[in-house]
Every structure is written in C-alpha cells, then in structure tokens.
C-alpha cells in the first residue's frame, strides 16, 4: 500500500468541507446563494483545487495500458454514480410520495458530474499523452468546449496537476514561493463576481455558429483560470501551514483519516442536500444567520456521512460498489 501523505489528506478534508458548506447555502437560499460571500469565495477555487489535487496523483495511474485504467477508472468513479443515483432518487420519491411533496426528476446523465468529469479527464490525458498532443488537447477542448461535465473548464487543472507531479523532484525549490500566490489571490477576488463562475459564464470564446469570436468570453475564461489556480495554490498554503501547527490534536487526526474518503463524502452528503431541500423550505434570512446555520448543518452532515462511510467500509462488496475502492 502506498504511504500517504497526510497533510494532503487534511487538505482534502477541508476542501470537501468547504464544498459541503457550499452546496447546504445553496439548500438554505435557493434564490440567492450566487450573492453570498462565503459562497462566492469558495467557488473562485474550489473546483479547480479538487481538480488539481486529482491530476497529482494521476501520475501513477496513467501509467498502466488503456485497458487497465479504463477499467480500474470506471469501476472507481462511474460505477458509484449510478448506483448512488438510484439509492438517491429512492429516497426523494419515497419522501416526495411519504410526505406529498413534489420532487423535481433529475437525469442520471446530470447527476454527481464531477465524477464523470474526472473520468472523462483521465482518459484524455491517457490519450493525449499516448499520442504526445498535450498542448494541442488543452488547445482544442478550450476552443469546442462541447463535452459535458464541464470537461473543458476543469482539464487544464487536471493536466496541471499530473505535470506538477512530473516535474516536482526537478524544481522542488518552487515549493516555497507558494505563498506569493496569496496577494495575487488576493487581488483576483476583490474584482471577482459571480456571474464569472463556469454555470452563469460557460466558455463560448468563438460561436460557430455565427463565426463570431468574443472577446469579454476569452477575458472571463483567463480570469476565471487564473483565480482558480491562484486560490487553490493559496488555499493549499495555508491549510498545510496549519496542520503542521496542530497536527498532533486528536480531531486533525480524524479529520485527516477521512480526506481520502472525499468522494464518499461528496456522494452521500449530495443526497443530504438533496432532502434538506426537499423537506425544508427556509424563510429569507440575513446572510450571517444562512451562513451559521449553513455551517452548522454541514459540520452536521459531514459527521452523519462519517457514520455512514464507517458502515460502509466494513463489507468489501459495498465499499467497492459504492466507492470504488477494493
């Protein structure tokens, strides 16, 4: 078994978080989460942060042959979507009937797509690199960003990520300027806006069309890149500084234990917000109250995964089957 890196796994902990307490504002204020502040600093990076993290450690993967990681891959991270989509839609239609609530149907081809983003990015970067047309795959999926899933905004970070593990034994005196990215963050986010995120600005830098080129997309496509990088790198920085400050406490030893159960994670506490958005419907509140409640219900839901997590991992079918893992 490899040997872990458990500053990672801490870093990963929190990312999950973060995408947990995310996904709970959006629970509690359906008509104007784009407008909270926490919301709208976690979204400029933490995407591309999971992405980052997930190209790291592709390294050794996309060195096996093409059946190998196909297969290793599916079973990874398709198969758990469907099966948890199933489990979800039963629960929802089985509340929406138990409690007479309508519940809006969802297809399966939507559902838990950072999943399938990051299989789809594993096969092409395998491709890519098979047939060395690197730059000219990040080229080409930038120009016709038609795969769903979000493909073309999160590749480049996932191409980032593998070549950052390439390269690190080489320019491993990199690693202390990190923290430089932190002003430039900084910067970023003072002009940052929501209507800049992937959902309310897709990338479109030419409409075919109408063969026209737009160039307010080519800006918002950079700007949304760059802030990505730069806020994950940040957040990276700093969530290391402070677990080598207290990683000797108990609950850093939990939390840590559980990063690298981040899909599970973000599999099972969809479906939490799924029914806490199904059965609650929250007055308007100030965003200081959304964003304490929100906080609370996350640390909430996480702790209810966890349970979950720790049943499932007893039996090896059902932690392959719902986590892919062996």
């Not at 963050?185 to 063969?211: H, M, Q, V």
Request: aromatic share 22%.
């Amino acid at each position: 078994m490899k040997q872990r890196i458990l500053s990672v796994d801490f870093v990963k902990f929190i990312s999950i978080f973060l995408v947990v307490w995310c996904h709970v504002i959006e629970g509690i204020d359906t008509d104007g989460f784009w407008q909270n502040s926490v919301h709208h600093v976690i979204y400029s990076f933490h995407m591309p942060l999971f992405m980052l993290l997930s190209g790291y450690f592709s390294y050794s993967s996309l060195n096996k042959n093409w059946k190998e990681i196909f297969v290793s891959k599916f079973c990874q991270l398709i198969l758990p979507t469907f099966l948890f989509y199933i489990i979800r839609e039963f629960i929802l239609y089985s509340l929406s009937f138990t409690l007479h609530i309508s519940h809006t149907y969802e297809p399966p081809f939507n559902a838990f797509w950072f999943l399938k983003c990051l299989f789809l990015c594993y096969i092409i970067l395998y491709l890519s690199l098979k047939f060395k047309i690197l730059l000219v795959s990040v080229i080409v999926l930038t120009l016709f960003p038609y795969i769903p899933w979000l493909v073309s905004f999160m590749y480049p970070y996932f191409v980032l990520g593998y070549l950052t593990h390439k390269i690190e034994s080489k320019y491993h005196f990199l690693k202390k300027y990190v923290w430089i990215s932190i002003p430039f963050f900084a910067f970023c986010l003072y002009f940052w806006d929501s209507e800049y995120t992937i959902y309310n600005t897709p990338i479109k830098i030419i409409d075919y069309r109408t063969g026209t080129f737009d160039i307010n997309n080519l800006y918002v496509t950079f700007y949304r890149f760059f802030i990505g990088l730069l806020g994950s790198l940040s957040v990276y920085f700093v969530i290391v500084k402070i677990y080598s400050s207290i990683k000797n406490l108990h609950i850093v030893h939990w939390m840590t234990s559980y990063g690298m159960y981040t899909m599970g994670i973000y599999l099972i506490h969809v479906i939490l917000v799924k029914v806490l958005k199904l059965i609650f419907n929250f007055s308007r509140m100030d965003e200081i109250y959304i964003d304490l409640i929100s906080l609370i219900l996350s640390i909430f839901f996480v702790f209810i995964v966890v349970k979950i997590l720790n049943i499932v991992n007893k039996n090896k079918v059902s932690r392959l089957l719902l986590l892919g893992k062996k």
